[in-house]
């Protein structure tokens, strides 16, 4: 995977890149990750990277002329090919009006072979990169940052941990939160663990197993890994009703599953 960053403040990715998985990664050669600046594209003696939008209104938007200036000498792929799927690369504004990045996305880029960010800042990136050159726009969450840079970062670790071989047991990465691809609570997995079917993840405890005189539950150390499977199932349903009740809308649930939550549902009534 060869991931480009473009941004206007290179040096902030120097920390949080080179560490865990990330860095390990970068180290094997699962990913090769370069950060551009985007000043070195402007072609005036201020280095100018943004301007006032037309029509009036308050703050600056980046300009088209260093982004595409940057894309081209990188040699990005023609957009076309990008969004029919003929090439295995995508182009991706972070911006507060993307489409939300989940873990679905995570996955669909760590399919590819290259993706490259481009971090907006300011008000924002001027349409014609998004209308044009970009195929996808993503955004970290209904929040407002000052810029792209922390949602690149969050993007570029959530896809790296999903490359093959990155993560030490690569079976942690099918069970974990908003993970959909194992369904109504079934495991194929050997040990006790189960899949989140894209639930929230269960609790987890370690030693010691009584702590202040706050106790590990008595089915996690009773060796029934049956009863273990039923247990972790339960608790995520119930941590992602509580938590998150959206996500129950894409949940495939199981007979199971609707009696535990009808359970759960009468002693809260």
């Known amino acids: 995977m060869k991931a480009d960053i473009v941004t ?9 890149l080179n560490h865990g998985i990330t860095r390990r990664a970068a180290e094997m050669g699962l990913v090769k990750i370069e950060v551009h600046d985007l000043r070195q594209f402007t072609h005036d003696r ?8 037309f029509g009036g209104g308050e703050g600056m938007v980046l300009k088209p002329e260093p982004i595409f200036d940057c894309l081209e000498t990188l040699q990005v792929v023609p957009r076309e090919q990008r969004v029919s799927g003929t090439a295995r690369e995508s182009v991706i504004v972070l911006s507060a009006q993307g489409q939300r990045f989940t873990q679905k996305a995570a996955s669909e880029l760590a399919a590819l072979d290259r993706m490259v960010l481009i971090c907006g800042r300011y008000e924002g990136v001027d349409e014609r990169v998004s209308e044009f050159l970009a195929d996808r726009e993503l955004s970290i969450g209904d929040y407002v940052l000052s810029g792209g840079e922390l949602g690149a970062a969050v993007i570029i670790e959530a896809v790296t941990r999903l490359l093959p071989g990155a993560v030490g047991n690569e079976a942690s990465t099918r069970q974990e939160s908003f993970t959909a691809d194992i369904h109504a609570g079934e495991s194929n997995l050997a040990d006790s663990t189960c899949g989140s079917g894209g639930l929230l993840d269960y609790p987890h405890y370690t030693r010691p197993a009584e702590f202040r005189g706050m106790t590990v539950p008595e089915v996690l150390i009773n060796g029934n890994h049956q009863e273990i499977r039923r247990w972790r199932r339960e608790q995520a349903l119930k941590k ?11 949940v495939e649930l199981s007979k199971d599953d609707k009696k535990i939550l009808e359970r759960v549902k009468v002693r809260h009534d």
């Open 8 to 16: 206007i403040f290179p040096d902030f990715f120097v920390g949080p």
């Open 46 to 53: 201020h280095r100018t990277v943004d301007d006032r939008p």
């Open 240 to 250: 992602t009703l509580r938590n998150r009740p959206d996500l129950m809308e894409d």
